[in-house]
C-alpha cells in the first residue's frame, strides 16, 4: 500500500502564497484565529513524514531562529510540524540544521517521492515547497491538495503564485470547512487533464 501525500498550502484569494514589499500584513496576512489554529494543530497531531524543498526548508530554519515564543512563527502546528520526520528533497543543503529529525535527500525529488509513497507506513505531508510540489503533482504523485484560502487579495504586494508552475489539472472536492467565519480550507483529489477526452 502506498502512502498519501497531501500538498499543503496558505493562499490569498487571488492565489498567492506570501506577499512583499513594505506591506504590514504580518504572519497569515495577520487574519488566522482559533478555529484555524486549533484545526491546523489537530491536522499535524497523527504521525506523518514532512517532504520539504530547500527553500521552504531554508526559510522555516531562519524564521524559526529569527523568532521567539509568541510569535506567529512559533504557532503551536508549527512546532508539532517541527516536531515530525522530516526529508529535505536537495542537492545544496549540508548538516547541521536546527531541526530535531531532518534528512536531506539528493537527486530528484520526483523519485525521491515515488520511493517514499512506496516505503512510508504514515502518510506524507508537504506545506509550502511549489517547485517540488508542481513536479510531483505532474508526475501524479499528489493524492490531496489542501489550499487554505485566506479573505484578502494581494494584486500589490502578492509574490509567488500557489500554481503558477503547476500543470493543468482537474480536481475533485473532497472536504471543505470555514474556519474563524472567513478562511476557506478546501481539500481536493487532483488528477492531470487530459486534452480532448
Do not use: C
Not at 512583499?20 to 491536522?43: I, T, V
Not at 515515488?114 to 504523485?141: C, F, I, Q, Y
Not at 471543505?176 to 487532483?190: A, S
Request: charge should be negative; charged fraction near 25%.
Amino acid at each position: 500500500m502506498t502512502a498519501t501525500y497531501t500538498f499543503d498550502i496558505f493562499s490569498s484569494l487571488d492565489g498567492y502564497g506570501s506577499y512583499g514589499g513594505d506591506g504590514d500584513w504580518g504572519g497569515y496576512w495577520g487574519k488566522q484565529g482559533p478555529e484555524l489554529l486549533d484545526h491546523r494543530l489537530a491536522s499535524y497531531g497523527p504521525d506523518q513524514r514532512m517532504v520539504f524543498g530547500a527553500n521552504t526548508f531554508r526559510q522555516f530554519v531562519e524564521m524559526l531562529a529569527a523568532s521567539s515564543e509568541g510569535d506567529d512563527v512559533r504557532d503551536p502546528w508549527v512546532t508539532e510540524m517541527r516536531n515530525k520526520r522530516m526529508t529535505v528533497v536537495s542537492s545544496t543543503l549540508e548538516a547541521p540544521f536546527d531541526w530535531p529529525d531532518a534528512t536531506v535527500v539528493g537527486g530528484d525529488g520526483v523519485e525521491t517521492v515515488a520511493r517514499l509513497k512506496e516505503e512510508s507506513d504514515v502518510p506524507l505531508r508537504s506545506h509550502g515547497s511549489l517547485t517540488l510540489n508542481w513536479a510531483l503533482m505532474a508526475a501524479g504523485l499528489v493524492d490531496r491538495v489542501q489550499v487554505t484560502v485566506f479573505p484578502v487579495i494581494t494584486g500589490r504586494s502578492g509574490t509567488e503564485p500557489v500554481f503558477g508552475g503547476a500543470p493543468d489539472l482537474d480536481l475533485e472536492l473532497l472536504e471543505h470547512r470555514t474556519l474563524d467565519g472567513d478562511i476557506q480550507e478546501l481539500v481536493y483529489k487532483p488528477t492531470l487533464h487530459v486534452y480532448g477526452a
